[in-house]
């Protein structure tokens, strides 16, 4: 089973990114994934969630009406677009793979001017 993230870097506060998690190892349609990021010195926290067709989302609350997680089963890849983004949405991003537990390596995001 693996999991990469791709599509991080460096951005002015109110641009715009997408992330990407290319899985591969496993029935990639049959399981929820989700986004979590980790500030320098914070825990850990879910950014948003999907279900495995796609129908249900959720998120964090700081990032509600900004993010969108979306998904595409034929390519194995789960994203995140991320508008107006802001200094703290800084830290390390990481795709998972909720029901077994699974990390990514982690991209990194920086919003600063």
């Known amino acids: 089973v693996q999991l990469v993230e791709s599509g991080g870097g460096l951005v002015q506060p109110g641009g715009s990114l997408k992330l990407s998690c290319a899985a591969s190892?496993?029935?990639?349609?049959?399981?929820?994934m989700s986004w979590y990021r980790q500030a320098p010195g914070k825990e850990r926290e879910l950014v948003a969630s999907?279900?495995?067709?796609?129908?249900?989302?959720n998120y964090g609350g700081s990032v509600k009406g900004r993010f969108t997680i979306s998904r595409d089963n034929a390519k194995n890849t789960v994203y995140l677009q991320m508008n107006s983004l802001k200094p703290e949405d800084t830290g390390v991003y990481y795709c998972?793979?909720?029901?077994?537990?699974?990390w990514g390596q982690g991209t990194q995001v920086t919003v600063s001017s």
């Open positions: 999907i279900s495995i067709f796609g129908t249900s989302t």
């Open positions: 998972k793979l909720e029901s077994r537990g699974i």
């Open positions: 190892g496993f029935t990639f349609s049959g399981y929820g």
